[in-house]
């Protein structure tokens, strides 16, 4: 049975999607403003070095995930017994402390500080979920998430353009302006955003056997294809941390972008992100459900990076991106039908499950594309394939497909406790 949204009322405020989408949308305008800058910081204080700074972001990136992969079951348990409100918080003040670490940092070192820190309180987009959960009846579940989505596709307009502009004046001003949003998304949290899991369904006692990515993955087997499901996720999450991982590199090496041009990039990845998630996944699920939904995402996903790793020149590159926008698809109807097959009292373990998952493709994704790009760089010479990491990302993406053909399938929805 599904519960309703306007039942759920805090402090006088019924809990609903347009709270959770405007300090979603806050969040991800703060972290896309230094999505093009952060890799040009390293490469600065790496001597202009493109490998080496190529290398440093395997590791940054890698210990970031280590850190969500974790501490993602604790989050999610805790989001589950004292509500999503508390932990979004912790998780914004880890944004923020985050982005003023590398807006002050004078050394490599203390950048891997602020990474570590928001590594652990990174819960923001997955508590997000579970509101959404919260507060959205099943069948229109999918319809949201898209929409949650396209709060990230605005991040990726506004974030990347603002920090483009902003690092063409100081590599550190961007991270001074993304804390400055995160403060504000702070103070929008303990003010406003009201709280979503009312006590009578939170669970009673938190399991500890379970807070950990082992007990994790006793959570999915007693769910039936619920682990599949997140196979598929994780394969997606792997595929999609290439272009964070290289793009910045892989683009200023390959076609000489600057950080403006990238911030234009960006926006344009923006705009189609946010028309397929806010304008066409609602109808397009409704008319081919949630499975359907799965395979044209990672088809299309697929296609499209494979465009990326094989343009010669940056006009053709970007043919690839209203492509690669419909891999929008993928993770609402995979949120779609993991929600259904737990009851409201465990989306939040739900959520930090999937988070660990994709703090383990956080963890696997900049040593496989970073150093295969590297690699790649080193023997272009011979090899002609400074793509290759994408290709890699593309094989991914097909191999969710292929197993999103057997295992994508609806499921009664799971009552509560």
Avoid at 38 to 53: E, F, R, S, W, Y
Avoid at 56 to 83: A, E, I
Avoid at 114 to 121: D, E, W
């Amino acid at each position: 049975m599904s519960q309703e949204p306007n039942s759920i009322v805090k402090r006088g405020r019924a809990a609903a999607f347009g709270f959770i989408f405007a300090s979603a949308l806050i969040n991800a305008v703060s972290f896309g403003i230094m999505i093009p800058i952060l890799p040009n910081l390293i490469k600065h204080m790496v001597g202009g070095d493109t490998a080496a700074a190529a290398e440093w972001n395997v590791l940054f990136g890698t210990v970031w995930g280590l850190m969500q992969f974790v501490c993602g079951p604790v989050l999610g348990m805790l989001s589950d017994r004292y509500g999503r409100r508390p932990v979004m918080l912790l998780s914004i003040f880890g944004l923020f402390v985050d982005f003023l670490f590398m807006a002050f940092a004078p050394t490599l070192a203390w950048l891997f500080v602020g990474r570590v820190l928001n590594g652990v309180t990174a819960a923001s987009f997955s508590t997000a979920n579970a509101y959404v959960a919260d507060v959205t009846p099943p069948d229109q579940r999918a319809r949201n998430f898209g929409m949650l989505g396209s709060a990230f596709g605005f991040g990726f307009i506004l974030g990347p353009s603002i920090g483009g502009v902003l690092g063409e004046v100081n590599l550190r001003l961007p991270f001074m302006v993304a804390a400055g949003l995160c403060l504000i998304n702070a103070i929008y949290g303990l003010l406003v955003l009201p709280e979503s899991l009312p006590p009578e369904r939170r669970t009673t006692m938190i399991n500890w056997a379970r807070a950990n990515p082992l007990g994790s993955l006793a959570f999915l087997l007693e769910r039936g294809r619920l682990a599949a499901l997140v196979a598929v996720a994780f394969l997606f999450q792997l595929g999609f941390t290439v272009l964070p991982s290289i793009f910045v590199l892989y683009s200023g090496y390959r076609y000489g972008w600057t950080p403006s041009t990238l911030g234009w990039t960006f926006m344009a990845t923006g705009v189609a992100q946010i028309i397929v998630q806010m304008f066409m996944v609602g109808p397009v699920v409704k008319r081919i459900g949630e499975r359907g939904a799965v395979l044209v995402g990672s088809g299309m996903g697929a296609l499209g990076l494979t465009i990326y790793a094989l343009a010669p020149t940056g006009p053709i590159y970007l043919l690839g991106i209203p492509v690669w926008a419909l891999s929008g698809f993928m993770t609402p109807g995979l949120m779609g039908l993991m929600t259904r097959r737990v009851g409201p009292q465990n989306q939040g373990q739900l959520q930090g499950v999937s988070q660990s998952v994709q703090g383990i493709a956080s963890v696997l994704g900049p040593p496989l594309f970073g150093l295969s790009f590297s690699w790649a760089v080193r023997n272009n010479a011979a090899l002609h394939l400074p793509g290759l990491p994408i290709l890699i990302s593309a094989a991914l993406l097909l191999m969710a497909f292929m197993l999103s053909l057997r295992v994508a399938t609806p499921s009664p929805l799971a009552a509560p406790a």
